[in-house]
């Protein structure tokens, strides 16, 4: 789980924009539009692009193709730029659409995304239950395979992690994770609270995961898993991706610290429950001299959705170089040196993840 690299923005047509008296919302987008798609017609940027690709030997993403929260028309956004990505560049990036895909990419030397969303879609006008279910199917259609149950905040389908009450899924979460099974659509409960996430784990038919997380007994914060919501996951096929987020991971907040999280699954739970899920992107070189023609624009409201609490957890640089996204190659080396498998090491890097993906889409 993760991000594809990250082209730089334009920062003379934000400049334009923005002294035309542009919205946030239409500056954001704008940024959206530009770091995720530019590499489609620069030429430089697209070398980058590729050559990120590369170096980190990774062959599919699960791709965050969906904006947080439940709005169709935030989701459809990003799933566009993704659709417009990989059908432009399908030389080089194909957008996968069953497991078999992300198979006959790796034998082909290509890459693609298998997209994901970081919300349930829901038209919200609450006219029935079967009127807010309808959209899960039209978004599996456009190309959609995984979907966050919540974001941090409380939602009509359950708790996000945040929520200090930690209820559970709703009535109508239970039919939100049915109708998910019934179409194939792998349900996420990275963001989701503890309980609601043990209920979606308890209702579910098909396995479910925590895409990009960490687990609460190798460090306690509200994006990490207990061990009883691991087992539920577990017990149920599902996997635990473990992040590249330092002050999720805690410690030393490096490769090290992630591979501690890594072990701690495979130790109590089994190797066959976990995977990586990064949940950072490669972001191109051009990025900070292109914000430096963008004008200083005024502090925005935190977003409804994330709801993050105070935290007092400092990342350093060297944490972040420790977890870019290019040095997949190290989260392997990192295995190998900790004793682990050909076998076991096929699984966490990949393995899992299409073994969950082919269960849930059959």
């Known amino acids: 789980y993760g991000f594809a690299p990250r ?18 919302t239409e500056i954001r987008d704008m940024i959206e539009n ?19 690709w590369e170096a980190a030997g990774v062959t599919c993403i699960l791709q965050n193709a969906g904006e947080e929260g439940q709005d169709i028309r935030r989701l459809i956004k990003r799933l566009a730029h993704f659709t417009y990505l990989t059908d432009m560049m399908s030389d080089f990036i194909r957008k996968a659409v069953v497991p078999d895909d992300i198979v ?30 309808r959209y899960i199917e039209i978004f599996f259609q456009l190309g959609i ?11 009509m389908i359950g708790d996000g992690c945040a929520e200090p009450t930690n209820g559970g899924l709703s009535d ?38 925590a895409s990009h997380t960490g687990c609460c007994s190798v460090h306690e914060h509200i994006r990490c898993k207990p061990d009883y919501v691991i087992e539920a996951i577990a017990n149920k096929g599902g996997y635990i991706g473990i992040c590249c987020i330092p002050r999720f991971l ?14 701690y699954v495979v130790e109590n739970f089994g190797v066959d429950h976990v995977a990586i899920g990064t949940d950072v992107a490669y972001t191109s070189k051009n990025t900070v ?18 709801l993050w609490p105070p935290d007092d957890f400092v990342t350093k640089p060297e944490q972040m170089l420790s977890m870019v996204w290019t040095n997949w190659p190290l989260f ?12 076991e090491i096929q699984k966490i890097i990949g393995g899992n993840v299409l073994r969950v993906a082919r269960t849930v889409l059959s």
Not at 15 to 22: F, H, L, S, V, Y
Not at 34 to 52: G, H, L, Q, W, Y
Not at 145 to 155: F, I, P, S, V
Not at 294 to 301: A, G
């Open 172 to 209: 109508f979460g239970k039919r939100v994770v049915a109708e998910m099974n019934r179409i194939g659509v792998i349900v996420d409960v990275a963001h989701s609270g503890w309980q609601t996430s043990l209920d979606a784990a308890k209702y579910s038919e098909r396995p479910i995961v």
């Open 145 to 155: 395979r995984m979907m966050h149950l919540t974001y941090n905040r409380r939602n």
């Open 250 to 263: 805690g410690g030393r907040g490096d490769i090290s610290a992630m591979l501690d999280h890594i072990d």
């Open 104 to 133: 006959a990419a790796k034998k082909q030397n290509k890459h693609c995304l298998y997209f994901s969303a970081n919300g349930v879609p829901l038209p919200q006008d609450w006219i029935s239950v079967e009127e807010e279910l």
């Open 289 to 306: 001299q292109e914000y430096k023609k963008v004008p200083k624009r005024p502090k925005t409201r935190i977003r409804w959705s994330s």
């Open 7 to 24: 082209s730089s923005v334009e920062g003379d047509k934000l400049r334009a924009a923005i002294e035309a008296g542009a919205s946030e």
């Open 332 to 343: 392997t080396v990192g295995l190998v040196q900790r004793g682990y498998s050909d076998e």
């Open 34 to 52: 530009m770091t995720m798609t530019r590499c489609v017609s620069d030429p430089t940027e697209r070398a980058e692009f590729m050559a990120a």
